[in-house]
């Protein structure tokens, strides 16, 4: 093809290319384990809906019945809802409503891709405050750059993958105040930690964008289904550009057939994830040449000295991770936490590797 067909933001951009994978544990991108129709309820929830549910109607543009589901599960009004096919639908939307080419988005780094590749296709420009040593935000910086550059969009992950780490909502607050543009909070772990979501403090911040996920906490990423809140007018102007019929029937069934069963469903996922994440970072902590960085998520961080040969001898163990290449992740590695079992495999062949034991 004539790459000058291409639109300019996207010349360089690589094709996307998914590796294939061949090993049988697959903990790379931080899913749940558990599969929301294993639960009895909400599969009898989910046919109870499908029999009501023709092949031929439109889905409802705003999926309003699972826009009430989700205020009710978010503490806030359906009208501060937008469901979105995932939490990535809802970041290219605060990109496409926001920004004019030449604008400025803010991002602390190391952090989730998705928001500088949906700024740069428009033709903003993505400034980055690197974090300070052993992954912690660095906040004052951060901070610092939000006054003087008043970017357009301002995003903050928290907690951020790929790190792990939360900042206090004080500190969440403090973004807010500083600017005077929309401010993007992505939530998609909040589940895992035991913080209070910035919802909470929806009223007092116009420019509060918060983007949630049922990807992660409830197993549900195969479904798509994501949603930002923000105040009403927020809202208003996201949907904007919004695809019509961006939510499919089925998710949006099976998305009210989890929600209906939410407290159940979260009961059951989280406390085992968080036992198991408690027990597999204490676990690496005993070898001396792992940095294991502190994590409130169902993911964990980990810096080794030589990352080709530990993802080598994970590989002949059958398991995937997340090995990463750039320069400020040279030789880190995250594991996505599942089961007990699952750990203890990756837990023995990092001390197979690094202590021969
Ligand atoms: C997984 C993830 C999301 C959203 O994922 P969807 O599957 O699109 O809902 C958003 N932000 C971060 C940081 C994530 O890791």
């Known amino acids: 093809m004539n790459s000058g067909w291409l639109r300019d933001t996207i010349r360089d951009f690589e094709p996307y290319r998914v590796p294939e994978i061949k090993e049988h544990t697959v903990i ?18 989910f046919q109870r809906y499908l029999k009501q549910t023709p092949t031929y109607h439109y889905p409802d543009p705003f999926a309003e019945k699972l826009r009430k589901a989700l205020a009710d599960y978010a503490g806030c009004q359906p009208g501060e809802v937008l469901v979105g096919n995932g939490g990535d639908e809802i970041i290219s939307l605060v990109m496409n409503t926001f920004l004019n080419p030449g604008d400025t988005i803010l991002v602390h780094t190391p952090t989730f891709d998705i928001y500088g ?21 660095d906040c004052d910086t951060f901070l610092t750059k939000v006054k003087e550059l008043q970017p357009k969009v301002t995003v903050l992950c928290n907690p951020n993958n790929p790190t792990g780490e939360i900042l206090p909502l004080k500190y969440v ?76 029937v089925f998710s949006q ?65 059958d398991i995937c991770v997340r090995f990463y290449q750039s320069a400020q992740l040279h030789n880190c590695i995250r594991i996505s936490v599942t089961t007990q079992d699952v750990m203890e495999r990756v837990a023995a062949v990092f001390r197979k590797e690094l202590t021969h034991a």
């Open 28 to 45: 790379n991108a931080n899913e749940s384990s558990y599969n929301a129709l294993d639960f009895p309820a909400v599969k009898a929830e």
């Open 117 to 137: 590749i949906d700024a740069s296709i428009v033709g903003a420009k993505v400034v980055e405050v690197p974090d300070l040593p052993g992954f912690r935000r």
């Open 253 to 317: 069934i099976m998305a009210l057939s989890v929600m209906a069963h939410s407290d159940e469903v979260l009961q059951h996922n989280i406390p085992p994830t968080i036992a198991a994440r408690t027990w597999f970072m204490e676990e690496l902590r005993k070898i001396d040449s792992v940095t294991v960085y502190p994590s409130v998520t169902n993911f964990v961080l980990v810096h080794v000295p030589d990352g080709p040969a530990l993802i080598q001898a994970l590989h002949e163990a």
């Open 173 to 248: 607050e403090a973004v807010l105040d500083a600017s005077p543009n929309p401010v993007l909070i992505d939530e998609a772990y909040l589940e895992f930690s035991s913080q209070d979501s910035i919802i909470s403090k929806l009223s007092e911040h116009k420019n509060l964008i918060v983007i949630r996920t049922l990807s992660k906490a409830f197993g549900m990423a195969g479904l798509r289904v994501g949603y930002g809140v923000a105040q009403a007018d927020v809202i208003d102007a996201l949907s904007l550009t919004k695809l019509v019929y961006n939510m499919n």
